[in-house]
T-cell receptor
Framework: KAGVTQTPRYLIKTRGQQVTLSCSPI?????VSWYQQTPGQGLQFLFE???????NKGNFPGRFSGRQFSNSRSEMNVSTLELGDSALYLC???????????????FGEGSRLTVL | DAKTTQPPSMDCAEGRAANLPCNHS???????VYWYRQIHSQGPQYIIH???NNETNEMASLIITEDRKSSTLILPHATLRDTAVYYC?????????????FGQGTELSVKP
C-alpha cells in the first residue's frame, strides 16, 4: 500500500511569488491535514480537509489556502511568499478524519520550501 | 487541548531500554495520550496511543499513571535507528479534524 506522497520535495521561490504543493493521501483515506514545520515554531497545524470540505483551520494568515479534490488529493497554496514561509510543509492522511478512532495520522516526507 | 511537557533531550545506550517521560497534568477525561516520532528529514511517524490503561505494540509500550497526569514511552531495546525527536501529544477524543498540537518533543540520541 503506497504511503502519502508529496510533490515537489524541494523548491525555491522568491519573495512575492506564490507556490502550490500537492499531496496524495493513502488510498481510501478521506482526510488530509497540512502542517508547517520550522526550527523556531516547530510543527504547526495549518488546516484539514475531509470529503472536499475544510473542517479545521489553524492560526495562519489568509495567504495560506488549500483545497481537496473528489479523489481526496489535496493542494495547498501560499501566495505573496515571505522569507518566513521557508519551512517543511507536511501532509498527513487518515482513514476517517476521526483520528481518535485509529489514533494515527500518516505523514508524507514533506515539501521543503525555501524563499529567497 | 492539554499541554504536555517533555525533557528537551535524552541519551540512551544501544540495546538498553529508552524511557521517555511526559507530563500532562491538565489532561481531561476525554483526551488520549499519543506518541509520534520524527526521524531527521522525515515526516512524523505514529508510535502508540492510550487513554487509561497501559498499551503495548510492536514498537513500544506506553505506561500511563493512574491519575493520568503523566506517562512514559518505553522502547524496550533501543537501536541507533531509534534516534529521533519524540512527541507526546494529548488529544481530545471528540476532536475531529486531523489536528494535533505538537510540542517541542524530546530529542533521543541512541549511542553505540
Amino acid at each position: 500500500k503506497a504511503g502519502v506522497t508529496q510533490t515537489p520535495r524541494y523548491l525555491i521561490k522568491t519573495r512575492g511569488q506564490q507556490v502550490t504543493l500537492s499531496c496524495s493521501p493513502i488510498s481510501g483515506h478521506r482526510s488530509v491535514s497540512w502542517y508547517q514545520q520550522t526550527p523556531g515554531q516547530g510543527l504547526q497545524f495549518l488546516f484539514e480537509y475531509f470529503s472536499e470540505t475544510q473542517r479545521n483551520k489553524g492560526n495562519f494568515p489568509g495567504r495560506f489556502s488549500g483545497r481537496q479534490f473528489s479523489n481526496s488529493r489535496s493542494e495547498m497554496n501560499v501566495s505573496t511568499l515571505e522569507l518566513g514561509d521557508s519551512a517543511l510543509y507536511l501532509c498527513a492522511s487518515s482513514s476517517t478524519g476521526r483520528t481518535r478512532s485509529t489514533g494515527e495520522l500518516f505523514f508524507g516526507e514533506g515539501s521543503r520550501l525555501t524563499v529567497l | 487541548d492539554a499541554k504536555t511537557t517533555q525533557p528537551p533531550s535524552m541519551d540512551c545506550a544501544e540495546g538498553r531500554a529508552a524511557n521517555l517521560p511526559c507530563n500532562h497534568s491538565t489532561i481531561s477525561g476525554n483526551e488520549y495520550v499519543y506518541w509520534y516520532r520524527q526521524i531527521h528529514s522525515q515526516g512524523p511517524q505514529y508510535i502508540i496511543h492510550g487513554l487509561k490503561n497501559n498499551e503495548t505494540n510492536e514498537m513500544a509500550s506506553l505506561i500511563i499513571t493512574e491519575d493520568r497526569k503523566s506517562s512514559t514511552l518505553i522502547l524496550p531495546h533501543a537501536t541507533l535507528r531509534d534516534t529521533a525527536v519524540y512527541y507526546c501529544i494529548a488529544d481530545d477524543l471528540y476532536n475531529q479534524g486531523g489536528k494535533l498540537i505538537f510540542g517541542q518533543g524530546t530529542e533521543l540520541s541512541v549511542k553505540p
